[in-house]
T-cell receptor, first 115, second 116 residues
Framework: DTGVSQDPRHKITKRGQNVTFRCDPI?????LYWYRQTLGQGPEFLTY????????KSRLLSDRFSAERPKGSFSTLEIQRTEQGDSAMYLC?????????????FGSGTQLSVL | AQKVTQAQTEISVVEKEDVTLDCVYETRDTTYYLFWYKQPPSGELVFLIRRNSFDEQNEISGRYSWNFQKSTSSFNFTITASQVVDSAVYFC?????????????FGTGTRLKVLA
């Protein structure tokens, strides 16, 4: 069990550029979540995958955001035409499929800075 | 609507003091789960405890204890004899069983500073 890994740890980009983040969940976990955390706030839910199916998207996820989990394993989160307001920590989490209330295992996050 | 409130933004204590972090939640669901996570400066959220809505027993784990009271919709966290290593941001979270996604709703966190 190597835990949830996210890449890159830090990303600095200029406004208007596209960025893509990757998340590798714990191997047997079929549930995968993306959260966004801004300074002084708690993580906010963005989207949820069960296997390769994206089952829920938050209203926070504008049209510039897209997430995929093509084979039900790793996931990517892409932000197109980045804006300064996108600057945040993007957290990925996974959990096992057994039942409700399972704890989430979080990665260390990708810190995005949009200049 | 589901909501988690952590009214204490920041708490400072001197080492060995006891400290309680408050968490109040709102939900219409009868089956739900409550969690506490610790976020040290490294950024990774570390799981501390999970309680379901049908189990109001308080729990103790070493220096940590949790008080769950459905009557006041609270799930408070106490650290006894605090240590400098306890310094972190602590988040309370709620997950409703009927959502299907079991997503968490987090509070805004309480930053705990333990001074030597």
């Amino acid at each position: 069990d190597t835990g949830v890994s996210q890449d890159p740890r830090h990303k600095i980009t200029k406004r208007g550029q596209n960025v893509t983040f990757r998340c590798d969940p714990i191997s047997e976990h079929n549930r995968l979540y993306w959260y966004r955390q801004t300074l002084g706030q708690g993580p906010e839910f963005l989207t949820y995958f069960q296997n390769e199916a994206q089952l829920e998207k938050s209203r926070l996820l504008s049209d510039r955001f897209s997430a995929e989990r093509p084979k039900g394993s790793f996931s990517t989160l892409e932000i197109q035409r980045t804006e300064q307001g996108d600057s945040a920590m993007y957290l990925c989490a996974s959990s096992s499929p057994m039942k409700a209330g399972e704890k989430l295992f979080f990665g260390s996050g990708t810190q995005l800075s949009v200049l | 609507a589901q909501k988690v409130t952590q009214a204490q933004t920041e708490i400072s204590v001197v080492e060995k003091e006891d400290v309680t972090l408050d968490c109040v939640y709102e939900t219409r669901d009868t089956t739900y789960y409550l969690f506490w996570y610790k976020q040290p400066p490294s950024g990774e959220l570390v799981f501390l405890i999970r309680r379901n809505s049908f189990d109001e027993q308080n729990e103790i784990s070493g220096r940590y204890s949790w008080n769950f009271q459905k009557s006041t919709s609270s799930f408070n966290f106490t650290i006894t004899a605090s240590q400098v290593v306890d310094s972190a941001v602590y988040f309370c979270a709620l997950s409703e069983a009927n959502t299907g996604t079991y997503k968490y709703i987090f509070g805004t966190g309480t930053r705990l500073k333990v001074l030597a």
